[in-house]
């Protein structure tokens, strides 16, 4: 290719890509918003409200299992341990938990943030 002839055609469809190019990276900087990450420590014992962006979560403790209510069906919950949801209310095993604490974490991709909880059993 370096030793062909550049025709008015190829620099056009150099200058086109060019451009495009910019534009694409310009548009992606100022329009990037960074993900919004956000660690909550909560204690069981009590009933524990959490207010995050658009949401507010409700922490319980029921016999063996700790009940988040209130959370958005767009919210994907992941822990270590054994999740039940069930439409807006999710429950987690915590009879056979070893530690003290266990972390929960909350992604809503829709509004690229997560909530990280850290909850006290103890």
Not at 35 to 62: A, F, G, W, Y
Not at 96 to 110: A, H
């Amino acid at each position: 290719m370096a030793a062909e002839k550049l025709t008015k055609g190829r620099i056009a469809q150099i200058l086109i890509m060019m451009a495009l190019l910019v534009t694409a990276f310009w548009w992606r900087t100022f329009e990037y918003t960074a993900p919004r990450h956000t660690t909550v420590s909560c204690n069981i014992d009590s009933l524990c409200d959490i207010h995050e962006s658009l949401t507010n979560v409700q922490l319980s403790k029921d016999n063996t299992q700790l009940v988040m209510q209130d959370i958005p069906i767009e919210w994907i919950v992941s822990s270590s341990l054994i999740v039940e949801r069930k439409d807006e209310r999710i429950a987690i095993n915590v009879d056979k938990v070893g530690n003290s604490s266990i972390s929960i974490i909350l992604k809503n991709r829709e509004l690229a943030q997560d909530i990280q909880l850290t909850i006290d059993l103890n």
